[in-house]
């Protein structure tokens, strides 16, 4: 499966993006899927992650009421609603798929990356 996030951008403090991330060339319901992030210099987070009908969820605890992930399994699509962001969020977001269960770290299959940057 290919992967290709997009929406991430520049945003004040407290505002809000939606990050979409599109897959390609495979059965998508096959697979849970994440999103992570990596800040300059630290390592890379699941920031969320939904199991393959969307029935599951699970988050970061830095990011929990704040960000909303959910799938379109219509559509091949993730997303991670991201609301009252913090200048701590800033990071290269990263979608990617698994086709083992959302508590896999065995994440195979990887989207380009949106950077997403929050301004204080």
């Known amino acids: 499966v290919q992967l290709q996030a997009s929406g991430g951008g520049l945003v004040q403090a407290g505002g809000s993006l939606k990050l979409s991330c599109a897959a390609s060339?495979?059965?998508?319901?096959?697979?849970?899927m994440g999103w992570f992030r990596q800040a300059p210099g630290k390592g890379r987070e699941l920031v969320s992650a939904i199991s393959r009908f969307g029935s599951s969820t699970s988050y970061a605890d830095s990011v929990k009421g704040r960000f909303t992930i959910s799938r379109d399994n219509a559509k091949n699509t993730v997303y991670l609603q991201m609301n009252y962001l913090k200048p701590d969020d800033t990071a290269v977001y990263y979608c990617a798929a698994t086709l083992y269960g959302m508590g896999s770290t065995d994440y195979g299959y990887w989207g380009q990356g949106t950077q997403v940057t929050v301004s204080s």
């Open positions: 060339g495979g059965t998508f319901s096959s697979y849970s």
